[in-house]
């Protein structure tokens, strides 16, 4: 009878073990599986926030170098602009080369606003050049639109003699009066 007791004493502690066994694997199993979580989570945060600083990095380069060609490109619109200003005070001496000029400058404002009635300001000196140049301008602006528009000198806004030439300003259709634009 001991026999048989001390028989399943042993089973009973096989079968203890064994399902301590299982218990001890199933959680270790757990346990390398949560850990490997927490670890790829971890990598995965690292992963991020290194290509996160790596486009800050890529982006302010690419800034930088944006902003000295915006650089570079402003420098060189000023020079352009300074040279155009010098040379444009030159054009003025000769009558029909600055008709010329201020022609084609007031077709391109027209063509711009694209308005049946424009108003344009000059310098009290350069009227006369200015209402030849709006003919010729009338007449190339019909010539290509098709459509016949009224341009009318600023006379209460006249430039002061340090400008040459502004952009056109539109006389609105349901005005009764004409309003010079502000500059």
């Known amino acids: 009878m001991t026999a ?3 028989q399943e004493a042993m089973e009973k502690a096989s079968e203890i073990e064994i399902k301590a066994d299982e218990e001890f694997a199933i959680e270790k199993s757990k346990l390398v599986r949560e850990e490997n979580q927490a670890i790829d989570a971890s990598y995965e945060k690292k992963f991020k926030a290194a290509s996160m600083s790596q486009q800050i990095t890529r982006s302010t380069v690419s800034n ?3 902003l000295r060609v915006l650089a570079a490109r402003q420098e060189l619109l000023d020079d352009i602009f300074e040279t155009a200003a010098g040379r444009l005070g030159e054009v003025t001496k000769d009558e029909s080369k600055y008709q010329g000029v201020l022609a084609k400058l007031m077709l391109e404002g027209f063509y711009a606003l694209n308005e049946p009635k424009v108003m344009i300001r000059v310098r009290k000196a350069d009227e006369d050049i200015a209402q030849r140049a709006i003919e010729d301008a009338k007449k190339e602006y019909k010539e290509n639109m ?4 009224e341009v ?4 209460r806004g006249a430039l002061s003699e340090g400008w040459y030439a502004v952009p056109c300003c539109p006389i609105p259709v349901s005005s009764n009066k004409l309003k010079p634009c502000d500059l």
Do not use: V
């Open 152 to 155: 009318k000198i600023d006379e």
């Open 64 to 66: 930088k170098t944006r």
């Open 4 to 6: 048989f007791i001390a």
């Open 146 to 149: 098709y459509k016949d528009i």
